[in-house]
């Protein structure tokens, strides 16, 4: 086993609690024309120019002036840290692909700035490092220490798993053996304190994972359990900054709810849910499982985007989803996948892998543009044409952590149990596995996500049971092995196939993808009378660059009106895109408020137009203009 | 003439380019059994609890802290000392009535305190004195120095207006002399710069009013001309808070919409149409009208409230007007009818008196509690019971600036102009007017707001033209003198009658009231398929003790239902609901998304309920639930 085999993205493989295993990302190979050039931009463009804004924006030399006697400030936000270290946790998945000498060079620098901004004493923020070393812990609700440290031991393990080097994770083990002697129940002596953003605890178990070492995961779980006591936020007086915004309202095991910051939220979420996968500890799984079933059916919108709110980049009440006022930040769909994931290999369940994919397309992808070299940090559902992706962020968190998605991308496509392969995500591509010490090698090959046509051919005789994800959109889903028709899977599970495989045997799965029209629940009040359209795993919207001279407000489709499924294999860098006939109905140009404000259209200027919905993850790719993801019906 | 009778609350009486002059405060005695007792409130309860909020948060203190040697920090927001100024401010209107010893001791030690904390150089701001010298006017764009200034300004003036004493307004001439030697042109050897939260821009020109120093108007100018060149909040990568936000994006006579903050907005275009009364700059006028029709066209709610984000409580875009999600600050209504009382005065057009009865009563009422002691911030048009008013708030701004309207208000009722009587609002009153030298008196007896008819008698022989504002929504008015019916008065203007009156003359108005139901601009999303009621001068709301057992999104009021009219003398303080039959038709209790999610209600549970509206100024002061303004006609 060479060392890029032993790089799972979250390893689950010794997790007792764990349904699914992961597959290391060294053993699966994207073929794709999706998803692959994707992580070939995220290689060739977006981690180079992310270097460049790291160097740019002080970010590196933020590192470099703890060392260097310069005596420079530290510039930017109190947690800029983290844009290199996701940098570099992107860069270490990366690794596993070609040999790269360019990133390698700039890895080995990142890696020696943050070796040499450590403490003697483990200590790593340069913040607080040379010159405010008396401050360190002195605000832990706003300043983001252990959400530093939480990212660069994610970055560390990254490291460890992609290259073998001892050299970052011995400074994530001094950081985090420091943290461990700071922080923990105030019976052992230590600083009972609750911190302000949460990242650490999935970091921390991680680090356990890499290490095996206990107190690792002891620590990630006080600072779990230790929440909810209402320290953080606890003036009142603050309608935003509460003590609902640091999910410090309740203990997490009482918890039934999404609430306050939405990045927040998921990563604790899905640090709760990896502390589940080691210790079992039911009340933590039922606590994650209906905190998703709350945020899926009431807080989340069609995209899977979620955090409605700009104040405070927070969820909001149930059923507030305004559109052009999404929040949506691409780093809480971002969590949302790594919970999802999390969710996926401690149930088996097939709901959190469908939603892991679905956030991934409508999103995460959304929030980058198609040259790797612009980002968005809201998603919003709805345009004027204001909204245009930006090359770097005074708050920088979304660039990097797309990066480190990508690249770690096909960790998720497969995963192991005992006898079993998973299949989770459909992309063309080759997996070398290992099922209960058999070794498997398996290609898929698919349009996915154009086509539900998916064959994979077994490459190995081996018994196994292929477990195949079968997406809750796909009624009328049908399967075959070597011609030979199976029972029909159902919709919203993995379908199961158990035999003793040989060699080229042909597994071919039909995913039906219709044109689906969806409705939103009636107190989604800015979808009364909407339809949103979605075919596969794909939401689509309509920009006004196809629509020249309407206004989208203008078009109604109507119920019945028949839409086609065309390849448009030169726009937007290829992509399917739906066609049919809408009704022009322009919304009568009437007072604020009046009696007959909202009232029947103008007859003038009716008629029809064609309509012409493109994927959503590929708006505002071309000129700027009106963009609604919810459609007129009426 | 006393000096009670001298205490207009804007004094036009001198402006060159006002169409019309102020009646002063003591001339004008409300006799309602609306308004005045919640004047009495204000004097009784408001102002004596907010006396005692000032000691309790510290806010008194902060000014003896300057003077007392305890060395103790100034405590709270940077602009704490407005709460102080504008208390005084509506303290100071209340002398108009009777002697209140009590009253007159805190005003006194009030007064006493901002003296004593004047700086010799005529400085005056307790955040920055007594230990921050050094950093005074180092961030005009943050630290609300100049809006202090202004607030203390405005009390000075009604301080001397109200009680003839010179000792604050001796205090206001040697701040606002200091101000004009440090800002102003370049070319003068100045600073010129732009300050970051208007108010002082009115609060010179009424100071140039009562003291006739024309550098306090020519500061006035600068400090409105000196805006637009994008210095504030230059940073582009802030979203919210950018020049826009400042209102110092672009030059304020070619701004041609709302922007920012909403009450900053609203302070700067009083402040313009202030200028603009003394120095008849036509461009000024112009872009204050222009704004004016885009605001009320494009951004207002149908409370009259403004400001649709919590982000920066600033105006949206175009139609953004979320109800459950609205800010709509208390304060950004008090400056809405501030402004349209000088847009009235500039021009005496009837839809400013519209705007600024229908704002004082749909969207300032709601903000302040029946027993005087508890404001709302926010002032949502849909709540689930969460949102309660509360007795004060960390920025208390709403607060003070309540009691300031409520104190003043008689001011606004009734104008004068060159043999012309004004009547601006309709309340039961008595007044005793100066025409052209004539001395008239004149009764107001109505029942208004809950009867739209008015009986006006001319106490007092004399020749003049009495103008009536007809409000807009008073189809088929009609007027009669002495039982003689007069031509039909048109709807949105003022009705003229020139006559010799005689002692005795009475005037009769018919306003008819019946319930009318608005609906939105399409756009205006939330909105769509609902309706409002209004009657008069009221918005009405639904809440749900009022509905027990049905959520409010289940009644669906049909157009052609029936609503009836009915006074209850024991509900709220005495109110007139509206009552009807609503269809109870239950939202499917869908998926968030689906197939039908929002179409057709469930069978179930449907049928006929009572619908009960009461007017909103008067929500939320039973037990805590649902609230909604806009109803379900489908």
Redesign the interface.
């Known amino acids: 086993m060479t060392t890029l085999d032993a790089a799972p993205v979250i390893d689950t493989t010794r997790s007792p609690h764990a349904r699914l295993h992961p597959v290391a990302l060294g053993r699966v190979h994207l073929t794709d024309t999706f998803l692959e050039p994707r992580r070939r931009i995220n290689r060739d463009a977006t981690l180079l120019s992310q270097y460049r804004h790291l160097e740019d924006t002080h970010t590196l030399r933020n590192f470099r002036r703890v060392t260097d006697g310069s005596g420079e400030p530290f510039v930017g936000y109190v947690f800029n840290d983290t844009d290199v270290y996701k940098w570099l946790e992107a860069a270490a998945w990366t690794l596993t692909e070609d040999h790269d000498p360019a990133l390698e060079d700039m890895i080995a620098e990142a890696t020696g700035l943050i070796e040499s901004a450590q403490d003697e004493n483990g200590y790593l923020d340069t913040y607080y490092t040379a010159g405010r070393e008396d401050q360190r812990w002195s605000n832990l609700k706003d300043n983001h220490e252990l959400y530093c440290a939480g990212h660069f031991i994610q970055a560390a393990v990254a490291h460890h798993r992609t290259t073998g080097s001892e050299q970052l994770l011995n400074v994530a083990r001094r950081l985090a053996d420091y943290i461990g002697s700071v922080f923990g129940p105030a019976s052992q002596g230590k600083c009972e304190l609750t911190d302000g953003h949460e990242e650490i605890e999935m970091a921390l178990v991680e680090l356990y994972r890499e290490t095996g070492e206990k107190n690792y995961l002891e620590l990630a779980q006080f600072l779990i359990e230790v929440r909810g006591r209402g320290v953080l936020g606890a003036?009142e007086?603050?309608q935003?900054f509460n003590s609902t915004y640091y999910q410090d309202h309740t203990p997490v095991r009482e918890m039934n709810r999404v609430v306050g910051h939405a990045v927040r939220m998921m990563y604790l979420m899905a640090g709760v849910t990896d502390l589940y996968l080691e210790n079992g500890d039911q009340g933590l799984l039922s606590a994650a499982q209906r905190i998703w079933t709350q945020m899926?059916?009431?807080q989340?919108y069609?995209s899977g985007g979620l955090g409605a709110?700009?104040?405070g980049e927070a969820f909001?009440?149930d059923?507030?989803l305004?559109?052009?006022?999404a929040y949506t930040e691409t780093c809480a769909a971002i969590g949302s996948v790594m919970w999802n994931a999390r969710l996926m290999a401690a149930t088996g369940e097939a709901k959190y892998a469908d939603l892991l994919e679905h956030t991934l397309y409508n999103a995460v992808l959304p929030g980058w543009s198609q040259d790797g070299e612009e980002y968005f940090y809201q998603n919003p559902l709805a345009d004027?044409g204001n909204h245009r992706r930006k090359a770097w962020?005074?708050c920088a968190c979304c660039p990097p952590n797309v990066a480190r998605l990508m690249a770690s991308l096909p960790g998720y496509v497969y995963s192991t149990a005992k006898n079993e392969v998973w299949v989770n995500l459909y992309v063309d591509s080759e997996a070398s596995l290992s099922v209960s010490g058999q070794d498997v090698k398996l290609t898929q090959r698919t349009e996915y996500p154009w086509d539900g046509k998916v064959e994979l051919t077994v490459g190995t005789a081996a018994h196994f049971t292929l477990k195949l994800r079968i997406p809750a959109w796909a009624e009328g889903a049908s399967l075959s092995v070597n011609g030979e028709q199976s029972p029909a899977p159902e919709p919203g599970t993995y379908a199961s196939l158990e035999r003793d495989w040989q060699a080229g045997d042909t597994l071919t799965l039909n995913l039906p993808m219709p044109v689906?029209?969806?409705?939103?629940?009636?107190?989604?009040?800015?979808?009364?009378?909407r339809v949103?359209l979605l075919r596969g795993p794909l939401l689509y919207t309509l920009e006004e660059v196809d629509h020249p001279g309407t206004a989208l407000?203008d078009l109604v489709l109507l119920p019945a009106a028949e839409l086609s499924v065309q390849s448009a294999p030169n726009l937007l860098g290829g992509v399917v895109v739906l066609e049919g006939q809408a009704r022009r109905s322009p919304?009568?140009d009437?007072?604020?408020?009046?009696?007959?404000?909202?009232?029947a259209p103008t007859a003038s200027g009716s008629g029809s137009v064609k309509l012409r919905a493109v994927p959503y993850y590929a708006w505002a790719n071309r000129e700027p203009g009106q963009m609604r993801v919810w459609i007129r019906e009426r």
């Open positions: 003036d007086s603050h935003t899926t059916t009431r989340m069609i709110r700009y104040e909001g009440d059923y507030e305004p559109n052009a006022r004027e962020f005074g689906r029209r969806v409705r939103s629940h009636p107190r989604v009040l800015e979808n009364v009378g949103a407000d919304q009568a009437s007072d604020l408020y009046g009696p007959d404000a909202n009232e």
